[in-house]
Structures are given as structure tokens and as C-alpha cells.
């Protein structure tokens, strides 16, 4: 889901990006579907809340009943300063087969097919319940002036229960996106980057890493079936 940054810093440098910018650019990933407004209170402060849930769509209807419900979030001071983005998404795979689900997947974008791969790789999703909701959180950003006084964490707890108030599964990757589009020359600090998130989302939210590989690269879970009895332990 990243995108490729261009500028005139030499490859020498490391490239970091600003976490204003990142808030920006996260308003032109997607359209908001028929939006509606509502205040916000945290602390002293209200804001403008300003959100989207569409109904459920298909994957992909040509090879799985599998569907996705995307919710975007974006908040607001009162004279319409950006201040954070959220973005998460329901999957339903509706019983079909772990390999159809993940085709159905594939079909749809790469950066959903990689969650479900994850996802296969660590839950027998042949063994889940019908009605299973798995959410997916793929996108935060919050304005520096606005961070570490707990309105994200609030902002999630508010807009998290729409997509599913238990879900069966509840997955993202940790990524600092002040590091993204910079993988032929990352930031020096992008580990500390990201285990600060690591533990962030481990307080806020009680996930963990996922075992093996996959939790190294910053796959968290939260469930409520078991891991693969074989899942990557390496």
C-alpha cells in the first residue's frame, strides 16, 4: 500500500518522511462513500468526526462468497485542521475454502492478499466458524501536535466495534509510515519505530506478535482461535 517518494536526497541518506506528510497522503488513498459527520469529545477538546462504512462487497463474487467492509475515518479540529486518518476493513469469508478465500484475495490487492497469506499460514481458516469476521487495521496516522495524549487509541475503541464488536481474528502489521516508501534505503531507526508500535498496539489493544517470521516483520494478532499447531516457529 505504500507509495514511492521522490526526492533529490542522495542514496547515501536515509530516507524519513514527515509525519505531517504521511497525514496528508493518507487523504488521497481513498474516497470517502457516503460520509457522515459527528462530534467527537476527548478531553476538553471536540472534534469533527467524519467517517465511511459501506455495506459489505465481494472479494471477488467469481471465485468466493467472501466479502470486505472498508471503514475510513478521518478527524477534524473545529476550523477543519486535519488531524488524524483511520483506516480498517471486515473480512467475511462466509465458510469457503482457506484457498479460495486467499484467491479471492489476490484478486482484489496485494496488500490484502499478503494479510491473507499471513493469515493462512498461522490459522486453520478451513476450521473457522461461518459467521467469522476477521478486521484488519491497515492504516493510522495522527498530527504530532495531537499525539501521546491517548485520541488515537480513543479514536479506535470508538470506530473498531462498528466493523465487528468480537471478531474472530483481528490482524495488522506494525509499520512506522514515516519509513514507507524508503526499503532500498531505510531510516537507522526503523526497528525502534517499529517496536514502539509493537507496544503500543500491545497496550491499547492487547495484541501480540504473531510467532516466528511473521511476527519479526510486525504481523500482531488478536484471537479468538488457535494458531496453527504447526505455525512458523522459526
Known sequence: TGQIIMTNVTP???LRRAKTDILDDCFGFHDFVNPTREDFRHGKTTYTLIQSLPKPSYLEYDISPATIQNLTASLHTADGKRVAYFKAAAYRPKGCSAPRFVES??????????????????FVLDDLPTRSIIVSIDRIAIHPAHAGKGLMTALMKHLLPQLSKKPTIAILKAFPLECEGTAE???PDFHALQAGLVDYYARTLGMAPLPGSHGKEGWLYLAKVPLHDWADLT
Not at 113 to 119: G, H, K, P, R
Open 105 to 122: 484475495c489476490d484478486a482484489f490487492s496485494q496488500s490484502v492478499f499478503d494479510m491473507a497469506e499471513v493469515l493462512d499460514e498461522c
Open 12 to 14: 547515501a541518506q536515509p
Open 185 to 187: 534505503n531505510p531510516s
